[in-house]
Each structure stands twice: as structure tokens, then as C-alpha cells.
């Protein structure tokens, strides 16, 4: 699928670094969801509930209401984070597989039930509009979220769970990081990285709940981002096949395996794409 078949404001917000992070996840899942067809049973004044924003600002300035008396910016970083987590129930657990609904801005914050990327943003969101400055950080294995309190001490925390870690808990972490610890920078982690992450886990979400025709369209907007990334070639490739478009996944099974040839997968795709024509109807 070209990217030059996305929208072109979608296109431009994805490239952008001074776009509001929050409002291109929104214009992401409008594209990706677009047409999705909805129950007539459905109540709409329930629906329209569910699908607005509108408790992003009750939240704000609830938590704006309850830190504006305390002076010490580390207790009221704390006193917020309390207040968020436990008084507004954002405190969730993990999961290792999060469903389609909860990489939807709105219907996870309305539910309380929001894929990690989506309730980072939401999160940094209300910290961002409380007046301090917040960001997504990558301690190896996950994002988490950065509050800044000052300019000397800083809070990271788990946007799901809400727990914070210790400098020895970040030590420990960033032993697990590729190269010298101690040269391990926690830099902000670039719009496209986070939106990467996000559109993988969504796809795979979409993939599971066999929505193939979506999450083709997450692979579209990844390619946008690299056009020339192996694995999402490869998936795409998957999902085209799983579309009845066998003639043109074969080109993007073929460049998969070009590209990463010691790839078990690859190893694999080629006895197979060995042993076929393209007349050839089945591939499993």
C-alpha cells in the first residue's frame, strides 16, 4: 500500500515534532477506524459519552484544585500523582495483551481501561496542564513518563501502574541497556519512536482480533514513518496474503527475506516461496 495514499494532514502530524502528541493518536484512530461499523442497538447519547474528551478537563482542573495550595513541587508532583492514580483510577495493572478498545483515546479513558502508549499521552496531558513539564523516556523495555519537579530531581514512573522507580531500581534498569550504563543518556523520546510503538502494538491487538483490513492500515502508517523496515514489509506482505492479495504480498515476503535472510521466518518464507508460482492458490 503506497503512503501516499494517507491523508495528508495525517501525513504531516506524523512528521511534525512540535504536534500535540495526544491529538495525532486521535487523528491516527479516526483514520484507522474510519467506517467501523457500529450496532444499531447501540445507544447514541451513550455512544457520544463514551467517545468524548470532555473528562480530560473535569480531571485537570480537579487536580489543579487540589495542588494549588501546596508550595514544595515534589509534594505537589506526589499529591497529583496520588490524586490521578488513585482518587481519578487511573492505577491499572499489566497485561501482555491489551485489547482493540483500549487504543481508543476516548472509550479507554471514559472505561479507565488504556493501551500504555494512549494513557502515557493522556497522562503527560493532565501533568503538562498541572504546569509542570512532562515527557516519555524509554528505560529499556518500556516507556514510561518523565515528571520534571525542578531542575534537579525528576519523578519516572510506569504510566499503567502509576509506580515510580528509585534511582536504584533506573540503575538497575539501565544495567539492561546496550553498551556502558553509565553513558546512558534518558533522552525524550521523539514523537516518531512513540507513535512507532503505539502502531505496533495496535496492529498486533488487530491482528489477534483477526481485523486484518485495520491492521493493514497501521502497517500503511508505520511504512510511512520507514518505508523500507523488513519486518513491517513482512507483515504487511502477512496481511495482504490474509486479504486474498497473494500477487502482491509475494513482492513484500520476498524483500523480507532478501533483507533478513538469517531471520527464522525468512528461512522459512523462502522454502516456501521456493515451492510456489503465483497461480498457485494456497500458502500456509
Not at 500535540?20 to 444499531?40: C, H, M, P, S
Not at 523520546?189 to 483490513?213: P, Y
Request: net charge negative; hydrophobic share 40%.
Amino acid at each position: 500500500m503506497n503512503t501516499s495514499l494517507l491523508p495528508e494532514l495525517l501525513l504531516s502530524e506524523l512528521k511534525s515534532d512540535t504536534k500535540d502528541l495526544l491529538q495525532t493518536l486521535v487523528l491516527l484512530e479516526e483514520y484507522i477506524f474510519q467506517g467501523r461499523n457500529v450496532a444499531k442497538t447501540v445507544d447514541a447519547k451513550a455512544l457520544q459519552a463514551e467517545q468524548s474528551l470532555d473528562a480530560i478537563e473535569t480531571i485537570i482542573e480537579q487536580c489543579q484544585a487540589v495542588i494549588n495550595e501546596i508550595e514544595s513541587p515534589l509534594e505537589q508532583a506526589e499529591v497529583l500523582l496520588n490524586e490521578l492514580f488513585y482518587q481519578h483510577l487511573f492505577i491499572d495493572e499489566q497485561k501482555s495483551d491489551w485489547p482493540v478498545d483500549t487504543f481508543k483515546v476516548a472509550t479507554g479513558l471514559n472505561q479507565r481501561l488504556m493501551s500504555p502508549i494512549i494513557k502515557a499521552a493522556i497522562v503527560s496531558e493532565i501533568i503538562n496542564a498541572c504546569g509542570f513539564h512532562c515527557d516519555l523516556v524509554f528505560v529499556p523495555t518500556k516507556v514510561m513518563v518523565r515528571l520534571c519537579c525542578n531542575d534537579d530531581y525528576a519523578i519516572i514512573f510506569d504510566a499503567i501502574s502509576g509506580e515510580s522507580l528509585d534511582w536504584h531500581e533506573l540503575d538497575l534498569c539501565l544495567d539492561d541497556a546496550e553498551g556502558d550504563p553509565s553513558q546512558y543518556e534518558l533522552d525524550s523520546m521523539k514523537r516518531s519512536a512513540v507513535l512507532v510503538e503505539h502502531l505496533s502494538a495496535l496492529k498486533n491487538a488487530l491482528i489477534r482480533e483477526q481485523e486484518f483490513d485495520k491492521a493493514l492500515l497501521c502497517v500503511d502508517v508505520l511504512l510511512s514513518l520507514n518505508p523500507d523496515d523488513p519486518r513491517q514489509r513482512r507483515d504487511r506482505g502477512f496481511l495482504l496474503h490474509q486479504l486474498d492479495c497473494f500477487k502482491v504480498a509475494v513482492d513484500d515476503y520476498r524483500y523480507f527475506v532478501e533483507q533478513c535472510p538469517t531471520d527464522p521466518a525468512a528461512q522459512l518464507l523462502k522454502l516456501q516461496l521456493d515451492n510456489i508460482t503465483l497461480s498457485d492458490p494456497t500458502f500456509h
